[in-house]
């Protein structure tokens, strides 16, 4: 069962005062400007009035307009209404017709301040009675054409159930007018269509920006990992026999180590908004090196580069070292202490990678699962190119992942 007194125990439900005095103050600077054509235009007190009036509303309208008015209706609406509307996003233009729908609220907004605030005083009435009657009677009173005496004592006591009628009546006014405030704010100062369209865009660019760090984060550590964890056992095997190679190993490890936290900086850099933080520059020529890397761990690495690798667009190459380091890193992940081919070659027309490693039986059975495939198909896609993955058609025990990335003419 709905309580109907529930609204009024609510301090929220009396947000209509303060934010309608606040309608009623923003018409203080206007209000002169709006009394010229109130003066200068011949006529009786009445139709002074509706010039007035009409020259205000014209001048609210025009003040509502400018871009900035709509967000600080938004915010006002917010904290003094407990709105939640959404600011459009920042560094955007605000169009025309968000525009007029703002001004309309302000217009909105200082009008009911105004309605607010004379039916507040008109209500107040309903306390005069009690107010003569607690000060002893005394003379008629005009109400509405009618006179009426309020006399002393025991026959004025009607006045008092009158003054509490008035005040819930208030109250009422009140909460009224708070949820009528909140649904215009809402109505007018809500997003729009466009406003929402644009909204969007900036969440799915935000939750790509974090997939593609994460991908860069598991790429880049997950490679360095792999081959420290390898470097490390074939280390362990040969600190006494072969301390030479062991030094190797440590440095090579330490190397990638370095790398890898200039990625994890670039990261981390850009999650705090840290615009000093640049990327490391990763092209596809230096790929070698984490083949390199990889044989000073112990492990059997086939690589080969062709073609003129140097001249592709700088994006392109740096996903093309990323697709190199992630397929590498599951090779060796999965297939250590096997061989490793790793075939890399730039056509005329596309980018051909090839990387294939002996397919042993506990990768077969888990079926290469984790996030580096996934990883690796959401680049391959979003560079238009084809990737695929899986046992060889020819029944070798050998696990082959082929990614074909289409070229623009160079011509």
């Known amino acids: 069962m709905?309580?109907?007194?529930?609204?009024?125990?609510?301090?929220?439900?009396?947000?209509?005062?303060?934010?309608?005095?606040?309608?009623?103050?923003?018409?203080?600077?206007?209000?002169?400007?709006?009394?010229?054509?109130?003066?200068?235009?011949?006529?009786?007190?009445?139709?002074?009035?509706?010039?007035?009036?009409?020259?205000?509303?014209?001048?609210?309208?025009?003040?509502?307009?400018?871009?900035?008015?709509r967000r600080a209706g938004i915010w006002f609406s917010d904290q003094m209404l407990g709105t939640r509307i959404a600011q459009p996003p920042p560094n955007t233009k605000i169009a025309w017709a968000e525009r007029w729908r703002s001004a309309a609220w302000l217009l909105v907004h200082t009008a009911l301040g105004w309605i607010l605030f004379g039916l507040g005083c008109f209500l107040m009435l309903g306390f005069v009675f009690a107010v003569v009657w607690a000060g002893g009677g005394g003379s008629p009173i005009e109400f509405f054409g009618e006179r009426v005496t309020i006399e002393p004592g025991t026959g004025g006591l009607w006045t008092l159930p009158i003054a509490l009628l008035t005040l819930v009546v208030i109250a009422y006014v009140l909460a009224g007018f708070t949820r009528l405030f909140q649904y215009c704010a809402v109505a007018l100062l809500g997003p729009s269509a466009a406003e929402r369209l644009a909204a969007a865009e900036v969440r799915a660019n935000h939750f790509e920006q974090r997939n593609r760090l994460a991908r860069e984060l598991h790429d880049s550590i997950g490679?360095?990992?792999?081959?420290?964890?390898?470097?490390?056992?074939?280390?362990?095997?040969?600190?006494?026999?072969?301390?030479?190679?062991?030094?190797?190993?440590?440095?090579?490890?330490?190397?990638s180590s370095r790398a890898a936290l200039e990625d994890l900086d670039h990261v981390l850099g850009l999650l705090r908004d840290d615009r000093s933080s640049r990327e490391p520059e990763r092209r596809l020529i230096e790929a070698g090196t984490l083949a390199e890397r990889?044989?000073?761990?112990?492990?059997?690495?086939?690589?080969?580069?062709?073609?003129?690798?140097?001249?592709?667009?700088?994006?392109?190459?740096?996903?093309?070292?990323?697709?190199?380091?992630?397929?590498?890193?599951?090779?060796?992940?999965?297939?250590?202490?096997?061989?490793?081919?790793?075939?890399?070659?730039?056509?005329?027309?596309?980018?051909?990678?090839?990387?294939?490693?002996p397919l042993v039986a506990h990768a077969a059975a888990s079926g290469r699962g984790g996030n580096g495939l996934p990883g690796l198909t959401e680049r391959v896609e979003a560079l238009r190119g084809e990737l695929v993955a899986g046992p060889a058609v020819d029944g070798e025990p050998l696990w082959r992942l082929v990614t074909t990335i289409p070229l623009r003419s160079r011509s």
């Open 294 to 357: 990889a044989r000073a761990g112990g492990a059997v690495i086939d690589y080969e580069l062709t073609g003129p690798a140097a001249e592709l667009p700088a994006t392109l190459s740096r996903e093309a070292y990323r697709i190199v380091q992630e397929g590498l890193t599951n090779a060796l992940r999965h297939a250590h202490p096997g061989p490793v081919t790793v075939r890399v070659a730039v056509l005329a027309d596309a980018l051909r990678i090839e990387i294939v490693n």
């Open 223 to 255: 490679h360095t990992l792999t081959t420290s964890t390898i470097q490390a056992a074939a280390a362990a095997e040969l600190v006494d026999s072969e301390p030479q190679l062991v030094r190797r190993a440590l440095g090579t490890i330490e190397e």
């Open 2 to 69: 709905v309580n109907p007194f529930k609204p009024l125990v609510r301090i929220g439900s009396y947000r209509s005062v303060p934010f309608g005095l606040l309608g009623m103050v923003m018409t203080a600077v206007p209000f002169p400007i709006a009394l010229i054509p109130a003066v200068l235009i011949p006529g009786d007190v009445r139709l002074k009035l509706v010039y007035g009036m009409l020259a205000m509303g014209v001048l609210v309208m025009l003040a509502g307009l400018p871009g900035p008015m």
